[in-house]
């Protein structure tokens, strides 16, 4: 039974996700309100079952002689597997009025959503090479599909085709890394790989070490570094507003779930390895997406350039690992500090834009904080975040980050990444400045728009979280739940659930 509990969640959401298909063959009798009614109740479910086991240290693989060990149960993946489904419940309720106010989000879009979700979690869980590859296939062809929802727009045709192409060429690329490695271990299972690499000189693991180059591809492209970025901005700027949120920010989640499990619990003897490559490549992904977001006008296509900016930020905790293991925390944490700030920014505009798409550049929110100062707000707060501003979960994310690194010796690398910070502030600011130091331009007023939404009190909700992130411990100590520290101990402990043997 208590092996039961930990794969109810992924169960409920791959069931619910098979139920909305079905629900889907009938669209006359639902609204697209009542598909927003029925994920958002089973998500919460999940996010319940998903808590009985929070806050205890244990790692189980269950049903051995089912699974034959291909998935892992543990702290860190529950911690994951929360966070997941807290992103994707917080998407839905953000994209309440998105979602409705477009006829094309029928009810497969849902079920679409739901498998997303459920090839993250599995991702999350994944303890084997194979296991992972379909659970990240099964995410990225939902995503795929939700990019390019709507086929009347030739901007989400291109999108579509554009992530398809590449992200099944990175695939082949995956996979054929798989095939080195199980040609030299005769295994795809993480916890036999790395007992083959503790029992070999390095003259035998030339093939592993290819194989999981050729892997690490994967991992690069996904998150968008450098120089496998190139798709980005299109593809953002393509998507729907709410799903380019998600993939900003959940997908993120999930890709680094995986990865971080790898290196941590089995390959960290071989990390050093990639060491110089990734010193580079973070150093360019810094660089270049910095100067892509302030070149942008487009506000959806700097969100989405300073995302790569980001990545950035996150190898460098990632780089630091085979140094210092406490830049695993600080990995984690800020993906944490990452998801508030991006689902917050990108979904307040989608919110915006719900009943119009006239706000789109930068001088299309001037004056909004004079007509709708709450939004103008919380944009603020997220953008604050983003920028690293202190009082906001975003600085204590940077701060963590930074000091991790230098303590790991990359203090040239934290370097670099504070001065791109400080750029940051131009072109988080500007759009700031924008709205509200300028009149309103007259083509973008909207008189009749009420904010009395699901979708506003979900990104109030978001930027509250995000200042308590920053100043809860100092202030608002007696909220546990909020307390800085408390989220780090977590993060902390779901790492060390990677060690229990």
């Given at each position: 039974m208590s092996e039961m509990i930990h794969i109810l969640p992924a169960v409920l959401i791959l069931i619910s996700a098979v139920g909305l298909m079905f629900m889907s063959m009938y669209e006359d009798k639902f609204s697209t309100k009542t598909y927003i009614t029925v994920s958002s109740i089973v998500l919460v479910l999940a996010l319940i079952l998903a808590f009985i086991p929070f806050g205890e240290l244990y790692s189980v693989k269950p049903y051995t002689s089912i699974f034959n060990d291909v998935v892992i149960f543990d702290t860190f993946s529950n911690f994951f597997n929360i966070l997941l489904i807290i992103g994707t419940l917080l998407t839905l309720l953000i994209g309440e009025h998105y979602f409705q106010a477009r006829s094309y989000f029928k009810g497969e879009f849902f079920s679409i959503l739901m498998f997303a979700l459920f090839g993250m979690m599995l991702l999350a869980n994944a303890n084997e090479l194979v296991t992972a590859y379909i659970a990240l296939e099964v995410a990225s062809f939902a995503v795929y599909i939700m990019v390019g929802y709507n086929s009347e727009d030739s901007k989400r045709i291109e999108a579509i085709f554009k992530y398809l192409v590449l992200g099944s060429f990175i695939g082949a690329f995956y996979l054929l890394g798989v095939v080195l490695v199980y040609g030299a271990t005769q295994t795809t299972n993480l916890s036999e790989i790395a007992t083959f690499v503790s029992?070999?000189?390095?003259?035998?693991?030339?093939?592993?070490?290819?194989?999981?180059?050729?892997?690490?591809?994967?991992?690069?492209?996904?998150?968008?570094?450098?120089?496998?970025?190139?798709?980005?901005?299109?593809?953002?700027?393509?998507?729907?507003?709410?799903?380019?949120?998600?993939?900003?920010?959940?997908?993120?989640?999930?890709?680094?779930?995986?990865?971080?499990?790898?290196?941590?619990?089995?390959?960290?003897?071989?990390?050093?390895?990639?060491?110089?490559?990734?010193?580079?490549?973070?150093?360019?992904?810094?660089?270049?997406?910095?100067?892509?977001?302030?070149?942008?006008?487009?506000?959806?296509?700097?969100?989405?350039?300073?995302?790569?900016?980001?990545?950035?930020?996150?190898?460098?905790?990632?780089?630091?690992?085979?140094?210092?293991?406490?830049?695993?925390?600080?990995?984690?944490?800020?993906?944490?500090?990452?998801?508030?700030?991006?689902?917050?920014?990108?979904?307040?505009?989608?919110?915006?834009?719900?009943?119009?798409?006239?706000?789109?550049?930068?001088?299309?929110?001037?004056?909004?904080?004079?007509?709708?100062?709450?939004?103008?707000?919380?944009?603020?707060?997220?953008?604050?975040?983003?920028?690293?501003?202190?009082?906001?979960?975003?600085?204590?994310?940077?701060?963590?980050?930074?000091?991790?690194?230098?303590?790991?010796?990359?203090?040239?690398?934290?370097?670099?990444?504070?001065?791109?910070?400080?750029?940051?502030?131009?072109?988080?600011?500007?759009?700031?400045?924008?709205?509200?130091?300028?009149?309103?331009?007259?083509?973008?007023?909207?008189?009749?728009f009420n904010d009395k939404r699901i979708s506003t009190y979900a990104i109030a909700f978001l930027a509250i979280i995000t200042v308590l992130g920053g100043i809860g411990s100092a202030i608002v100590f007696f909220i546990p739940v909020l307390n800085i520290d408390t989220l780090i101990n977590i993060t902390q402990m779901s790492i060390q659930s990677l060690f229990l043997k």
């Amino acid at each position: 039974m208590s092996e039961m509990i930990h794969i109810l969640p992924a169960v409920l959401i791959l069931i619910s996700a098979v139920g909305l298909m079905f629900m889907s063959m009938y669209e006359d009798k639902f609204s697209t309100k009542t598909y927003i009614t029925v994920s958002s109740i089973v998500l919460v479910l999940a996010l319940i079952l998903a808590f009985i086991p929070f806050g205890e240290l244990y790692s189980v693989k269950p049903y051995t002689s089912i699974f034959n060990d291909v998935v892992i149960f543990d702290t860190f993946s529950n911690f994951f597997n929360i966070l997941l489904i807290i992103g994707t419940l917080l998407t839905l309720l953000i994209g309440e009025h998105y979602f409705q106010a477009r006829s094309y989000f029928k009810g497969e879009f849902f079920s679409i959503l739901m498998f997303a979700l459920f090839g993250m979690m599995l991702l999350a869980n994944a303890n084997e090479l194979v296991t992972a590859y379909i659970a990240l296939e099964v995410a990225s062809f939902a995503v795929y599909i939700m990019v390019g929802y709507n086929s009347e727009d030739s901007k989400r045709i291109e999108a579509i085709f554009k992530y398809l192409v590449l992200g099944s060429f990175i695939g082949a690329f995956y996979l054929l890394g798989v095939v080195l490695v199980y040609g030299a271990t005769q295994t795809t299972n993480l916890s036999e790989i790395a007992t083959f690499v503790s029992t070999h000189s390095n003259s035998d693991l030339a093939l592993v070490y290819i194989g999981f180059t050729l892997i690490l591809f994967t991992f690069l492209f996904k998150v968008a570094a450098f120089p496998f970025q190139s798709w980005v901005l299109d593809v953002y700027r393509g998507a729907p507003m709410i799903i380019t949120a998600y993939m900003a920010s959940t997908f993120k989640i999930a890709i680094f779930s995986f990865f971080l499990r790898a290196i941590l619990q089995d390959l960290q003897p071989m990390i050093d390895f990639w060491d110089s490559i990734i010193y580079v490549i973070t150093i360019f992904t810094l660089v270049f997406g910095t100067w892509l977001a302030i070149t942008q006008n487009i506000v959806k296509r700097m969100l989405a350039a300073s995302s790569i900016v980001h990545t950035g930020y996150l190898l460098l905790a990632f780089i630091s690992l085979g140094q210092n293991i406490h830049s695993a925390y600080s990995t984690v944490f800020y993906l944490i500090a990452y998801l508030l700030s991006a689902l917050g920014s990108f979904g307040i505009i989608s919110h915006i834009i719900s009943e119009t798409k006239v706000r789109v550049t930068y001088d299309d929110f001037k004056g909004l904080a004079k007509e709708r100062p709450f939004l103008a707000a919380m944009m603020t707060i997220f953008l604050f975040s983003l920028a690293g501003i202190p009082s906001t979960i975003g600085f204590i994310g940077k701060f963590y980050v930074f000091t991790e690194a230098i303590n790991a010796g990359y203090a040239a690398l934290a370097v670099l990444a504070i001065i791109a910070t400080f750029v940051s502030v131009y072109y988080y600011f500007k759009l700031i400045a924008m709205m509200y130091f300028y009149p309103t331009k007259e083509e973008c007023v909207v008189n009749d728009f009420n904010d009395k939404r699901i979708s506003t009190y979900a990104i109030a909700f978001l930027a509250i979280i995000t200042v308590l992130g920053g100043i809860g411990s100092a202030i608002v100590f007696f909220i546990p739940v909020l307390n800085i520290d408390t989220l780090i101990n977590i993060t902390q402990m779901s790492i060390q659930s990677l060690f229990l043997k």
